[in-house]
């Protein structure tokens, strides 16, 4: 409860920082905030061409000449939301350095800015793609609400490993390379491209140890098939984002004096 209070008080801190997040990559564009939907757009523009016929029929429970697209956009989408709150994460505290060292302030309000902000941007694109399945027709029904639940644990999974990694690397510059490297195999090895059911069974159960298999099965399920998702299947994301915001905070409080030498 202290905890939450801290953050109400520095509110204006939090939203200073989103501000100033959205000034700085967007106010010297002259696309301005378009880019947030340029970016993950020619991702999925890139991936139909080149998987749409291959992926069409392959697809169980997807029909309807939309079904990959939406397949394809609820997987890309929610993983640029996963992505960016763990790769800022875990580059909050390198980069708010000066902040730290200067301005006394509860250290969660920098996790905090890293979500609200990453949430804001994820909005933006959602709110389209939304759009996109009323007119399509495609829009799953009040099925779509079961898509919150979703998102928290997806966003507590994420922030508890960029936290617990931007602890690290402070202390060990490498850990931010090899995560970089780390996330690239992952897209790969989550079934967000392909359907995990196309794949040999003994290849199906490695990846169904992949916490983000469950979190992107879970989207793909509620927004292209139009289903209730498999909530067990969150629950190794929920119980490994809980450690790791557990840990990942209790690394900090521990050595937030040598954190802020390292700094």
Same mark, same amino acid.
């Given at each position: 409860?202290?905890?939450?209070?801290?953050?109400?008080?520095? !509110?204006?801190?939090?939203?200073?920082? #989103? $501000? !100033?997040?959205?000034?700085?990559?967007?106010?010297?564009?002259?696309?301005? *905030?378009?880019?947030?939907?340029?970016?993950?757009?020619?991702?999925?523009?890139?991936?139909? /061409?080149?998987?749409?016929?291959?992926? !069409?029929?392959?697809?169980?429970?997807?029909?309807?000449?939309?079904?990959?697209? *939406?397949?394809? @956009?609820?997987? *890309?989408?929610?993983?640029?939301?996963?992505?960016?709150?763990?790769?800022?994460?875990?580059?909050?505290?390198?980069?708010?350095?000066?902040?730290?060292?200067?301005?006394?302030?509860?250290?969660? @309000?920098?996790?905090?800015?890293?979500?609200?902000?990453?949430?804001?941007?994820?909005?933006?694109?959602?709110?389209?793609?939304?759009?996109?399945?009323?007119?399509?027709?495609?829009?799953?029904?009040?099925?779509?609400?079961?898509?919150?639940?979703?998102? *928290? #644990?997806?966003?507590?999974?994420?922030?508890?490993?960029?936290?617990?990694?931007?602890?690290?690397?402070?202390?060990? !510059?490498?850990?931010?390379?090899?995560?970089?490297?780390?996330?690239?195999?992952?897209?790969?090895?989550?079934? /967000?491209?392909?359907?995990?059911?196309?794949?040999?069974?003994? #290849?199906?159960?490695?990846?169904?140890?992949?916490?983000?298999?469950?979190?992107?099965?879970?989207?793909?399920?509620?927004?292209? $098939?139009?289903?209730?998702?498999?909530?067990?299947?969150?629950?190794?994301?929920?119980?490994?984002?809980?450690?790791? @915001?557990?840990?990942?905070?209790?690394?900090?409080?521990?050595?937030?004096?040598?954190?802020?030498?390292?700094?």
């Amino acid at each position: 409860m202290d905890s939450v209070k801290a953050l109400w008080n520095y !509110r204006g801190f939090i939203l200073g920082s #989103v $501000r !100033r997040e959205f000034q700085s990559k967007y106010l010297n564009s002259l696309l301005g *905030i378009a880019w947030t939907v340029i970016q993950p757009l020619s991702m999925i523009v890139v991936y139909t /061409i080149i998987f749409s016929q291959i992926m !069409r029929a392959k697809l169980p429970g997807v029909d309807g000449s939309f079904g990959y697209s *939406i397949y394809l @956009c609820a997987g *890309i989408l929610a993983w640029g939301l996963f992505s960016e709150i763990a790769v800022r994460g875990q580059n909050t505290f390198l980069e708010n350095a000066n902040l730290l060292k200067k301005l006394n302030f509860p250290r969660l @309000c920098l996790p905090v800015s890293v979500i609200i902000t990453a949430l804001l941007n994820f909005a933006i694109i959602f709110g389209l793609f939304t759009l996109f399945l009323l007119i399509t027709g495609n829009f799953p029904g009040w099925i779509f609400l079961t898509i919150i639940p979703v998102l *928290i #644990v997806q966003v507590v999974f994420a922030i508890g490993l960029g936290i617990t990694l931007g602890v690290l690397n402070i202390f060990f !510059r490498d850990v931010g390379q090899a995560f970089g490297i780390l996330m690239q195999f992952l897209f790969w090895m989550t079934p /967000i491209v392909y359907p995990l059911s196309i794949l040999p069974p003994r #290849v199906q159960e490695l990846l169904a140890l992949n916490p983000m298999t469950g979190l992107m099965g879970a989207h793909q399920t509620i927004l292209a $098939r139009g289903q209730m998702p498999d909530w067990s299947a969150l629950l190794p994301a929920l119980l490994l984002g809980l450690f790791f @915001c557990y840990t990942g905070m209790r690394l900090f409080r521990k050595h937030s004096g040598e954190i802020v030498d390292e700094l």
